[in-house]
Nanobody, 117 residues
Framework: QVQLVESGGGLVQPGGSLRLSCAAS????????MTWYRQAPGRKERELVA?????????NYADSVKGRFTISRDTAKNTVYLQMNSLKPAATAVYYC?????????WGQGTQVTVSS
């Protein structure tokens, strides 16, 4: 069955960097685009942060993270990454990965990112 395991979150000061990882299994990773979402404290909805095509050649970002976040993938490792630079307190959230299109009804456990001094 589908499994997505996010890791790499933590506490970082404003202006700092983190690299999130998402290990995927249970589906043919190379056939799917992948996405990163986040859910900020007190928000019901998850926000789409970044997407990458199945071949890795195309990426898209939310306006709020453009120029600071980079999504990438390693098909040999069935892993998608999110490099986050110049972090702001507004980036504080639980970050999740998913496929594109999203696997309905499935979310991993997420990884907590806290940006605070």
């Amino acid at each position: 069955q589908v499994q997505l395991v996010e890791s790499g979150g933590g506490l970082v000061q404003p202006g700092g960097s983190l690299r999130l990882s998402c290990a995927a299994s249970g589906f043919t990773f190379s056939n799917y685009g992948m996405t990163w979402y986040r859910q900020a404290p007190g928000r019901k909805e998850r926000e789409l942060v970044a997407t990458i095509t199945s071949a890795g050649g195309g990426t898209n970002y939310a306006d709020s993270v453009k120029g600071r976040f980079t999504i990438s993938r390693d098909t040999a490792k069935n892993t998608v990454y999110l490099q986050m630079n110049s972090l702001k307190p507004a980036a504080t959230a639980v970050y999740y990965c998913n496929a594109l299109p999203r696997f309905r009804g499935y979310w991993g456990q997420g990884t907590q990112v806290t940006v605070s001094s």
